[in-house]
């Protein structure tokens, strides 16, 4: 299997500071675009982590090829 790449952003803010949270655009080599879905996680940190760790082994299950 060809070298993968993994995109992902991370920041923390006050959970009554976010109003909205949209799509980030992936600019590809081959002039087309591509689109990445973000994801809001709300909690203490444990919950966070928590939760980040559960929604990685998940997106994984997406790809059992890999």
Do not use: C
């Amino acid at each position: 299997m060809a070298n993968l790449t993994l995109v992902y952003g991370m920041r923390l803010l006050p959970a009554d500071e976010v109003a909205e949270v949209g799509d980030a655009p992936i600019a590809l080599k081959n002039g087309n675009q591509a689109r990445v879905t973000m994801h809001v996680l709300e909690g203490s940190r444990e919950q966070i982590e928590a939760q980040l760790k559960m929604s990685l082994d998940a997106f994984f299950d997406f790809y059992p090829e890999i």
